[in-house]
């Protein structure tokens, strides 16, 4: 995470990618990653660049004015990350503490390199977990027809911290339109099924019915449509007859800490463009 | 496959496993392999005993009337699979010839302890692979109007070649309610998505439209309810944004096979009981 | 984890099943699952019960003088786990917290159910996991020319605590011969690799410079022949060139934790035997 | 497949991505796919482009001369293949044929863009379904003291046939040093364990000695050291104890024949840049 990160969707054409590659070798830029995709369906290109600080000579102030002739010749939609500047992440929890417990420790030992400011939760359950770690945990209840008013109480704490990312590491409470409109493709959601498989409530208790010989975990960044936004990852993992629901929740926590860990790497590491419904994720 | 198969289901209740071995055991029957699972929530006892033939002192014709009371005093469903009598397969194709080029390949090598009398298809495209294997192939194409009358014909073929499994190795047709009624649990299926996701019609197209970051194939015995039949067997394997829909194709038969291979190969060793809508598989 | 676990080896013969069955019920012993294998190499049969204790009318102190002459006609190796005895843990460490810190998360909710008394290292730097799940933590750091004593200590430790089974969850030190030899088949070792892959120290590093295509984790009995005990569990999961070692490392991470708790589950649920160098589990 | 393909191997230097790119869009050359590749550890540089022939400048027999000035001031290794050239393989086969049904059938499908002119056996057990794909069959048995005798004749088809690449699908004789080193990096053998474990002889056989709880398989190139070439591809699944040889044997079949159609994919699709002992594969 030491590289400047440079990201780029566009209409495909020629010369796309020698134009942004000469862009940066005439101002010191040396690629130490380059990751692209076109799709052929939809005549979208997409690109990811690292780039090494060292020597290169456009500075962070500047980048935006000098890039903008060649972003805007071929249409970009774009954004770039600098070294100095970790995703900084509120991480939402209701009373399940495997996904907060694992992130956690991802984040002690260096592995999600981000900055964690709060964790905030409906419940007080958690507050020792976050508490070990040295983040601050703010207990947020839901009073009866009080959801609105939860949700500007986080809206406030998230301002305040600076935060630029929502990960819902099994919160479960469906947050409004309002509140997800404000964060497009910022809020990452864990959702215990394969999706869209069992999309809704207690998908394990859908795929028991179901008689399914795989169980699944699915990250996804959260739109208006429940359930529906762009997937992250996905992962399975076998079940048999001998498993009930129990089981299935237990062999579940491992899928889902595991899916979750993972997006929320690929997000913070600017290793996803969303486009449409989907995402590119270079990994 | 030279032992004899016991499988039976029943209420659970005390001393069954106890009663079925003491009854096996005064009759020289040793059991070579038992697997057993009770079901707490709807209180269901499954069990799939191996007993060597060598020593046995019941017939094969006199097994139902011994056996008769057991299974009464404990409300059993149940059948048996003597040695000498090896499962019939017809299998059926439309112009994909994956699956069938696998199961022939694994019948050839003794992987497949069945009989495959015949191969049925409504197109020509296949029958080179099915003679190659030394099997009688029958064109059964479906004219205008003619579904019902080419489904008589299949049924004609299958009671004349004494077939007892039909399977499904990507046949592009929907079978009758009237065909199905006639084949309880003893038609398995290839669907190529991990349902129930993405039931019906094309789903890898559905499949990359949606983003998926896994595909799937399922085999399951058919109902009269389209992909909705109990699952014998599911499988998944991860995609990412640079496949499309032909690559999700190429690297889905290599799962359709696999799956279907496996779901076949339960049916054929007498592993599976229904129960429900839903399968209890000793493997 | 309420019922009466019963595992015995012998050699295979008729009417095992029968008789063992038999004698459980005759004396109120309903069965809830059989696990059995007969491996036809050598002649072995290894079965697994689970009894209902509700009805059983022997007591833990009756049993072995009822069970013997079974046991003996037999020629078992035989054991059984009571409801009320959970195995007691010993976890030793040193640097690396993430076996630990998954370990003690799935112990805080009950998927593993056993007791821990102590948590035991070289080291000082995972004092805080322990003691934040109300844990004892002894740092017992090495003097030059001091581990003989300080394996004393150990042992000293251990049978203040009760303990009958020690997990060695990333610990950097081999135990001497005469330590591994007081404690068989009670010793659970995680290797970062796929053994017999890339035995010995720094695995990873071995793995990179191979070029394998695939890293791995084993866990397994700790023997006197270091990375040759008994095989418990093993996993593996895909890399490729982009992967340095400090990849490896992190993505091994997840394997390792993954596949010791599924070891500790397996023995603290009484599901292996060991045989010979290799172990049955029925899972 | 109707892309031109540009691998190229050198050590890293500012710089090198916008001089090949810059170099290929003068000349018309519109990029489809870039992937690079930078090797911290030892200072290396890999990349594969994929070129649309539609309006790219410099024709085939041109190419070397025109690019010659930038792979040199690079100090590049690099290779180029153009739409018109398939690979031309060899199957080297001896009596287990399910590799060889599975790589036919993949090419049947269009699955394997390559030339398939012959396959050669040491026996004559797989002719049938040689031939029935319309390919030449060759038996070259080995006398005593004549397998000097019989590469020979092998190496005079290979060159009568202008093969390029030779496929050991289950080839169970060891080349000699003189034939493997006419064919650097062109001979791909499948080895039926998870190297570097079970090297030599009877891999399932070890594996099942040893008690792991994975089988595996690894296609790589062939070297003077046996089982010991660059790795390409690697495969594990799951066996337990009540997998006895022949179980580990046919579930292994799966193992390589998909392991093996996979590592000839990305040879033929020219994805493969090997370095040193290792591979870099861009998939």
Not at 10 to 32: Q, S, W, Y
Not at 55 to 67: L, S
Not at 78 to 86: A, E, S
Not at 202 to 208: E, R, T
Request: glycine share 6%; with cysteine.
């Amino acid at each position: 995470m030491q590289s400047i990160r440079l990201l780029m969707a566009c209409p495909d054409a020629r010369g796309i990618i020698a134009a942004v590659t000469e862009f940066l070798a005439r101002r010191g830029g040396n690629i130490i990653d380059v990751d692209q995709h076109t799709c052929p369906q939809h005549g979208d290109f997409f690109m990811r660049l690292e780039i090494d600080p060292e020597g290169f000579e456009i500075t962070e102030d500047a980048f935006p004015a000098v890039w903008a002739e060649v972003a805007a010749r071929h249409r970009m939609r774009w954004r770039i990350g600098w070294p100095g500047h970790r995703k900084r992440l509120a991480i939402l929890v209701s009373t399940a503490g495997h996904c907060l417990n694992d992130l956690l420790f991802r984040w002690h030992t260096g592995e999600l390199t981000a900055e964690i400011p709060l964790v905030i939760s409906n419940h007080d359950a958690l507050r020792a977990r976050a508490e070990a770690a040295g983040i601050a945990f703010h207990h947020l209840p839901i009073q009866p027809n009080g959801k609105a008013e939860q949700e500007a109480q986080i809206k406030q704490l998230i301002e305040q911290t600076d935060v630029d990312t929502i990960v819902l590491a099994r919160y479960m409470q469906i947050l409004s339109p309002e509140f997800v409109a404000s964060y497009p493709n910022r809020i990452i959601n864990i959702h215990h099924s394969f999706l869209p498989a069992f999309a809704g409530a207690k998908p394990y208790h859908q795929a028991f019915e179901r008689g399914v010989k795989l169980i699944g975990a699915t990250s996804h960044y959260v739109t208006d449509d429940l359930d529906e936004g762009p997937i992250i990852a996905q992962q399975t993992l076998a079940v048999n007859h001998r498993d009930d629901i129990p089981d299935m929740v237990r062999k579940g926590r491992d899928l889902e800490q595991w899916v979750l860990a993972r997006a929320v790497r690929y997000h913070i590491e600017d290793r996803i463009i969303v486009s449409g419904n989907k995402t590119v994720v270079f990994d």
